[in-house]
């Protein structure tokens, strides 16, 4: 398997983007990323496109081609392939690419993420949205994707003493990180105690612990290590690329404290890159809801069970901190456009890695990490990249 790197990457602002289509997204983003590299459209072999529900949103299916002809790529007859994974789309998207250079099958690939989810009410959006989870055994049923998250953070705190603002802090501070991105949905700073007074949505979730919805697009141009100077001043190495999948159900699983699907891809990854969480630099994890945070620093190996919540509160996650998480501000701050947000983690950590992530630059960063989850754990893909 050859060593692949990237090589270019672009992302548009995030937020509702009222005025703008999912086609205008997929250009924007498609040209920031091109204009990175010297790449061009004859040297490109291929595209993976994450994308949750273009269905439901936008009334689009076929993405794969539409992505495709937006580029300007349907003209040289380029592959194109629409990947789901729920909110872990782009996530998967990047591995395939990945999977597709590594192999030898493709020499020049674009992984790229998309959604646009403000054209449609907040209760259509909210019913895609949950198709995430179980529709027939859980959503039937009344089971919210927030009520599924509340009902982790809920035995989190009964089991671990998790205290509601410890969840806040994780708020906080992704608030505040977010105020140092420019593509940011939310440029505001909130305190703990807004959170907790923010409405509720599912208890212990309140309004403040939620992820909003997003309208955006990222994408990264992938090549092999060994000619990837021929195209970029700065590659990113891509050290590990790993999936791993659990029940669908929340009500299956064996621990819904830990997510299983987030343990099994780390442990995947870290044995691809042969190296240990205490050698990451930072990581972009995926924090749908405040909790998800706190399981996800646990469960990829960056504290122990059940320190997770302390860890935010003490200020162990924030820049300049142990471990900065979610330097970009995360799904919280940021947003989450469900198929872009696995490639805007990695388009995070291309910023960090080559020394461009102005304010909220991580001091000597070398090694960082991402992990994008579809659903409550069915999907979890956890890469790991280097200078």
């Given at each position: 398997?050859?060593?692949?790197?990237?090589?270019?990457?672009?992302?548009?602002r995030f937020?509702e983007?009222?005025?703008?289509?999912?086609?205008?997204?997929?250009?924007?983003?498609?040209i920031?990323?091109?204009?990175?590299?010297?790449?061009?459209?004859?040297?490109?072999?291929?595209l993976?496109?994450g994308?949750?529900?273009g269905?439901?949103f936008?009334?689009?299916?076929?993405?794969?081609?539409?992505?495709?002809?937006c580029a300007?790529?349907?003209?040289l007859h380029?592959?194109?392939t629409?990947?789901e994974?729920?909110?872990?789309?782009g996530?998967?998207?990047?591995r395939?690419?990945?999977?597709?250079?590594?192999?030898?099958?493709?020499?020049?690939?674009?992984?790229?993420?998309?959604?646009?989810?403000?054209?449609v009410?907040?209760g259509?959006?909210?019913d895609?949205?949950a198709a995430?989870?179980?529709?027939?055994?859980?959503?039937?049923?009344g089971a919210?994707?927030?009520?599924?998250?509340?009902?982790?953070?809920?035995?989190h705190?009964?089991?671990?003493g998790?205290?509601?603002?410890?969840?806040a802090?994780v708020?906080?501070?992704?608030?505040?990180?977010?105020?140092?991105?420019?593509?940011s949905?939310?440029?505001?700073?909130?305190?703990?105690?807004k959170?907790?007074?923010?409405?509720?949505?599912?208890?212990?979730?309140?309004?403040?612990?939620?992820?909003?919805?997003?309208?955006?697009?990222?994408?990264?141009v992938?090549?092999?290590?060994?000619?990837?100077?021929?195209?970029?001043?700065?590659?990113?190495?891509?050290?590990?690329?790993?999936?791993?999948?659990?029940?669908?159900a929340?009500?299956?699983?064996?621990?819904?404290?830990?997510?299983?699907?987030?343990v099994?891809?780390?442990?995947?990854?870290?044995?691809?890159?042969?190296?240990?969480?205490?050698?990451?630099?930072l990581?972009?994890v995926?924090?749908?809801?405040?909790?998800?945070?706190?399981?996800?620093?646990?469960?990829l190996?960056?504290?122990?069970?059940?320190?997770g919540?302390?860890?935010?509160?003490?200020?162990?996650?924030?820049i300049?901190?142990?471990?900065?998480?979610?330097?970009?501000?995360?799904?919280?701050?940021?947003?989450?456009?469900?198929?872009?947000?696995?490639?805007k983690?990695?388009?995070?950590l291309?910023?960090q890695?080559?020394?461009?992530?102005?304010?909220?630059?991580?001091?000597?960063?070398?090694?960082?990490?991402?992990?994008?989850?579809?659903?409550?754990?069915?999907t979890a893909?956890?890469?790991?990249?280097s200078?």
């Open positions: 398997m050859r060593s692949v790197s990237i090589i270019g990457a672009g992302c548009t937020g983007r009222w005025d703008d289509s999912l086609r205008d997204l997929v250009v924007e983003t498609g920031m990323a091109l204009e990175d590299t010297s790449v061009s459209g004859e040297e490109i072999d291929g993976y496109v994308n949750m529900s269905g439901r936008v009334e689009q299916e076929h993405i794969g081609a539409l992505i495709s002809d300007g790529l349907s003209r380029v592959p194109s629409r990947v994974a729920a909110c872990a789309s996530g998967l998207a990047l395939q690419a990945v999977l597709a250079v590594a192999s030898g099958y493709s020499d020049v690939v674009i992984a790229a993420g998309v959604e646009k989810m403000t054209d009410t907040g259509v959006a909210a895609a949205l995430a989870a179980d529709r027939e055994w859980e959503c039937f049923f919210t994707f927030p009520a599924l998250y509340a009902m982790i953070a809920r035995l705190m009964h089991r671990f998790t205290t509601r603002e410890e969840l802090a708020a906080v501070k992704n608030h505040h990180n977010g105020c140092m991105n420019p593509i949905q939310y440029q505001m700073e909130i305190s703990v105690d959170v907790m007074r923010s409405p509720l949505v599912a208890d212990p979730l309140r309004v403040l612990d939620c992820s909003p919805i997003t309208d955006g697009a990222a994408a990264v992938l090549a092999p290590t060994e000619v990837a100077s021929k195209y970029s001043d700065a590659p990113i190495k891509i050290l590990a690329a790993a999936q791993a999948s659990d029940t669908l929340l009500h299956d699983r064996r621990d819904i404290t830990t997510l299983d699907a987030s099994y891809a780390a442990r995947k990854a870290f044995d691809q890159a042969g190296l240990e969480p205490k050698d990451i630099d990581a972009e995926h924090d749908a809801f405040t909790i998800g945070e706190i399981v996800a620093i646990e469960d190996g960056f504290v122990e069970k059940g320190e919540g302390r860890a935010a509160e003490e200020g162990l996650t924030a300049g901190g142990k471990i900065p998480i979610n330097t970009s501000g995360g799904l919280k701050a940021c947003g989450h456009p469900v198929g872009a947000t696995g490639i983690q990695a388009y995070e291309v910023l890695l080559r020394g461009e992530a102005g304010k909220r630059q991580v001091e000597g960063a070398e090694v960082g990490l991402t992990h994008n989850v579809g659903g409550c754990g069915g893909l956890v890469h790991i990249m200078r």
